[in-house]
């Protein structure tokens, strides 16, 4: 249902030149936003013993 309705919203903003400047910003923003992301789980150490940290605190690992 979320994507039809992107897809709508695209559709619609495409028809007029500021909506076509619209989706362009938002798709460099969308671009940035995931290459960011993209470099974050690069770069994330890896838990100690194999599991995040929520589950080392219930298995009684510091």
Same mark, same amino acid.
């Given at each position: 249902?979320?994507?039809?309705l992107?897809?709508? /919203?695209? &559709? &619609?903003l =495409? =028809?007029?030149?500021?909506?076509? =400047? /619209?989706?362009?910003?938002?798709?460099?923003?969308? #671009?940035?936003?995931? &290459? #960011? &992301?993209a470099?974050?789980?690069?770069?994330?150490p /890896?838990p100690?013993?194999?599991?995040?940290?929520?589950?080392?605190?219930? =298995?009684?690992?510091?």
């Amino acid at each position: 249902m979320k994507r039809l309705l992107k897809l709508l /919203v695209a &559709r &619609r903003l =495409a =028809a007029t030149p500021l909506g076509l =400047a /619209v989706l362009g910003a938002g798709w460099i923003l969308g #671009r940035r936003r995931k &290459r #960011r &992301r993209a470099e974050r789980e690069e770069h994330r150490p /890896v838990p100690r013993y194999g599991r995040t940290a929520q589950e080392n605190v219930r =298995a009684g690992h510091p």
